[in-house]
């Protein structure tokens, strides 16, 4: 293609362009004043990692998927027609975004472009190191800007299983954290039921030791303070029964760390007043339990692994409150109550795993907290 035939195809364009050969540049207007540029700002970037399959992945992610949602719609037209992959080839073209040239190359986009749910799943295989894990916000993000739905039960889930797993649990709390980017909201109870669980395990798995059980309050009472935001839970309003704010899972998680610190760590003292704090939460009338969903065995296992942390935490504040006090009272009534619900779960749980042989982490965390 000629050089009058390259700049036909660049008028209107939405960003920076110059051809790189024989140091001809054509300007157009700048990204910044487009709607483009606006939306998306700077293609999301990763900084090195401890694989150079990782980083190769998270190079390929970056050209293939997020560069062209970056793009104006006469770029995308230059770099996915094929009518254009021989000029780009021998014409090397650089598009200006944020301050980074990148040179545009011809993309198929039935061969070429990587399936980005799996790329996301892949990555998090491969991330190892602190510093690998630092960059799933962004890839997350620029996931997310090319049209993925990040949102879903099942990528949500992913995301903090594999946190959970690599003891990452700062990594999610940044992911939640930066909403707008990367499309995670904390608005589904059962998903936020999830992240609490993630925080808890920190604790849960080093038998609450002093500094883990600490932390994993933090981290808790952050996720709480996150779901006030309106990109997840919303508004002041509490939105009924469903409102995941409401659920005694979430508020039972906080009673439990805060108990479990006091009684191990605090002489049985309640120094800070979180104990009380929360266990007045508890047992408001409308933090109800809920039967689980169905009488499966992953809907038990589900069901009991969150509600043994809860009534854990109720016994272990009881150790913590005046007797006598309306939140103890009414703690203990709570506590009957649940105690009830736990015991028939588990046994109908146990009898499912005796039939398929199977070792589930709810029969295995309510043996250790209540057995």
Known sequence: MSGRGLGKAFRCC???????????SIQRRNFTNSSSWQRHGAVPAFTETSSPELNALLSEARLKIMLP??????????????????????????????????????????????????????????????????????????LNVAGMNTNTERVKGSVVTQCRLAGRQEVLLECLRRVK?????????????????????????????EHETAKALKWAEMVVALME???????????????????????????????????????????????????????????????????TGY?????????????????EALKVLESSSAVA??????????DAMVSTYYEKLASIASKKQKQLIGLQMYEKLLG
């Open 14 to 24: 939405d960003c920076t362009v110059r051809r790189s050969s024989r140091g001809i």
């Open 69 to 142: 949602s970056h793009l104006s719609r006469q770029h995308k037209s230059l770099i996915y027609r094929q009518k254009y992959e021989k000029e780009l080839s021998t014409e090397p073209v650089i598009a200006t975004i944020a301050e980074e040239d990148f040179q545009l190359q011809h993309i198929d986009a039935k061969i070429d472009v990587p399936n980005s749910k799996k790329t996301l799943q892949k990555a998090m295989t491969l991330m190892k190191d602190k510093k690998d894990w630092a960059n799933l916000p962004n890839l997350l993000e620029g």
């Open 181 to 209: 980017d990367t499309g995670m909201q904390l608005k589904e109870p059962r998903f936020v039921v999830r992240v609490m669980l993630a925080m808890q395990s920190r604790a849960f798995s080093t038998d609450f030791h």
């Open 229 to 295: 935001n309106p990109e997840h839970a919303g508004s002041r309003v509490l939105a009924g029964e469903n409102d995941p704010r409401l659920q005694p899972e979430v508020i039972g998680i906080l009673l439990e760390l805060a108990a479990v610190r006091a009684v191990k760590h605090l002489e049985s003292r309640d120094v800070d007043g979180k104990v009380a704090e929360y266990g007045a939460r508890l047992v408001e009338k409308r933090l109800e339990f809920k039967t689980p969903a169905e009488e």
């Open 299 to 315: 809907e038990l296992n589900q069901w009991l692994i969150a509600h043994a942390q809860v009534l854990h935490g109720i016994y």
């Open 329 to 338: 009272e009414g703690l203990q009534k709570k506590g009957e109550v649940l």
